[in-house]
């Protein structure tokens, strides 16, 4: 995740760009995508497919949303990767956050969420670690799945940093994000 940071750090420091209001995550410029992602999307037809998946009404989807990140949590044993940032589906029930946001991605898009309203997201959290989180969009929001709780919440509600994200429609492609509490420390 250092070489994560440090790439992301540089294409940043550049970057004059403001989170906006809405319930969405902002989508600025095209960026790189993050080391490991071109390997996975080689690996895993659906994660960067742009089909798939059925309408689902808001109730439904955040039940999906919740159990999801549930399950994944739970059967999944968090290890750091050994030898580079490789980005997988856990491992013999062993996994870091980009193995669980994978496996969470997953799971929905099996299950009949639609593709093209998940994302991945690099981020900040607030010990200055790096961080892979999955988002899904429901019902004109951008919610957070992650592997360090259990809850969904909408973006704002977290203690995130938000640096680049998988666009939604393009899904082999990322933006730069720049949303949350230390945006500006990136413009």
């Given at each position: 995740m250092?070489?994560?940071?440090?790439?992301?750090?540089l294409i940043f420091f550049s970057a004059q760009i403001q989170a906006f209001g809405g319930d969405f995550l902002p989508a600025a410029r095209a960026v790189g995508a993050p080391v490991g992602f071109?390997?996975?999307?080689?690996?895993?037809?659906?994660?960067?497919?742009?089909?798939?998946?059925?309408?689902?009404?808001p109730r439904t989807a955040m039940t999906m949303l919740e159990n999801a990140t549930r399950t994944v949590n739970r059967r999944v044993t968090?290890?750091?990767?050994?030898?580079?940032?490789?980005?997988?589906?856990?491992?013999n029930g062993r996994g870091d956050c980009e193995d669980y946001a994978l496996a969470k991605m997953k799971?929905?898009?099996?299950?009949?969420?639609?593709?093209?309203?998940?994302?991945?997201?690099?981020?900040?959290?607030?010990?200055?670690?790096?961080?892979?989180?999955?988002?899904?969009?429901?019902?004109?929001?951008?919610?957070?799945?992650?592997?360090?709780?259990?809850?969904?919440?909408?973006?704002?509600?977290t203690p995130y940093t938000y640096l680049a994200t998988q666009d939604?429609?393009?899904?082999?492609?990322?933006?730069?994000?720049l949303a949350g509490p230390r945006a500006g420390e990136f413009s």
């Open positions: 250092a070489r994560l940071f440090g790439l992301f750090s071109a390997s996975a999307c080689a690996k895993y037809s659906w994660l960067c497919r742009q089909k798939g998946g059925n309408n689902v009404d968090p290890v750091n990767d050994v030898g580079g940032d490789i980005w997988t589906l856990p491992t799971e929905l898009i099996d299950a009949g969420f639609p593709a093209t309203k998940l994302a991945l997201s690099v981020v900040i959290g607030p010990r200055d670690q790096n961080h892979v989180v999955l988002i899904a969009r429901v019902d004109g929001t951008d919610y957070v799945l992650d592997n360090l709780n259990n809850s969904v919440k909408p973006w704002r509600r939604f429609n393009s899904r082999s492609s990322w933006h730069v994000t």
